[in-house]
C-alpha cells in the first residue's frame, strides 16, 4: 500500500468550475505539499501545510491530521491551471525526504 | 532569471555511458535536493545537501550514482555505466537557509538511456 494516495488520476472539467483533488496518507506527517507540475516538467510549490487551511489566489488547501487528508480546491478554474497536480509528505523529521504522490492530472476546457 | 537552473534539460546517451548533470540553487539556499521522475510516476527522493554536506541519500542511489556539492553552491549528479531504467527525469530542488518548507524546483533534465 502506498503511504499518499491521491484522487482522482484525472480529472476533466470545464472553464469556471469548482475542482477539488484529494490527498489521503497512512503515516505520521511533520508537513504536506501541494506542487503543481506543467507539461516539459516545471514543478513549482504551492502550499506548504501542517495544519488548517491556506489560500493563495484561486487556489484553497486544507489538511485534516487526524483523519490524514488534504484537499486542494481550484475556484472558478481556467485553461491554464491544466497541470498535473502532486501532493507530497514530510515525514519522520527528514527535510528532503518527501514522499510523492502519483500526482491527479487537470484538464480545464474552455 | 534567480530561479534554480539545471543543464542539461535532454540528454540522450548510449547504455553504459557516464552521465552528469549539474544543478544551480537559488544564490544563498543553503539547502539542494535530488528527485528521479520516471513517466506516470511522482518523483523520488535522491539525496539531500545542507551546503556542501551530504546528509540523506536514498536506496534508489546505488553504487552508480554519486553526487557532490563541493563549494555549498551547485551540485553534480553523476550516473556512471547508464542502464535503460535510468531514463527518468532528474529534478533538482532548492530552499532558503531558514528552512520556510518552500522547495524552488528547476526545469528538470530528461535522460534518455538507448
Known amino acids: 500500500k502506498n503511504e499518499v494516495e491521491q484522487s482522482p488520476q484525472n480529472l476533466t472539467a470545464q472553464e469556471g468550475e469548482f475542482i477539488t483533488i484529494n490527498c489521503s496518507y497512512s503515516?505520521?506527517?511533520?508537513?504536506l505539499h501541494w506542487l503543481q507540475q506543467h507539461p516539459g516538467g516545471g514543478i513549482v510549490s504551492l502550499f506548504m501545510?501542517?495544519?488548517g487551511k491556506k489560500k493563495h489566489g484561486r487556489l484553497i488547501a486544507t489538511i485534516n491530521i487526524q483523519e490524514k487528508h488534504s484537499s486542494l480546491h481550484i475556484t472558478a478554474s481556467h485553461p491554464r491551471d491544466s497541470a498535473v497536480y502532486i501532493c507530497a509528505l514530510n515525514y519522520g523529521g527528514s527535510q528532503g525526504n518527501l514522499i510523492f504522490g502519483k500526482g491527479t492530472k487537470l484538464s480545464v476546457k474552455p | 532569471d534567480t530561479g534554480v537552473s539545471q543543464n542539461p534539460r535532454h540528454k540522450i546517451t548510449k547504455r553504459g555511458q557516464n552521465v552528469t548533470f549539474r544543478c544551480d540553487p537559488i544564490?544563498?539556499?543553503?539547502?539542494l535536493y535530488w528527485y528521479r521522475q520516471t513517466l506516470g510516476q511522482g518523483p523520488e527522493f535522491l539525496t539531500y545537501?545542507?551546503?556542501?554536506?551530504?546528509?540523506?541519500k536514498s536506496r534508489l542511489l546505488s553504487d552508480r550514482f554519486s553526487a557532490e556539492r563541493p563549494k555549498g553552491s551547485f551540485s553534480t549528479l553523476e550516473i556512471q555505466r547508464t542502464e535503460q531504467g535510468d531514463s527518468a527525469m532528474y529534478l533538482c530542488?532548492?530552499?532558503?537557509?531558514?528552512?520556510?518548507?518552500?522547495?524552488?524546483f528547476g526545469e528538470g533534465s530528461r535522460l534518455t538511456v538507448l
Open positions: 503515516v505520521g506527517i511533520s508537513a
Open positions: 530542488a532548492s530552499s532558503p537557509r531558514l528552512y520556510t518548507g518552500e522547495l524552488f
Open positions: 501545510l501542517s495544519s
Open positions: 545537501f545542507q551546503n556542501e554536506a551530504q546528509l540523506e
Open positions: 544564490s544563498e539556499h543553503n539547502r
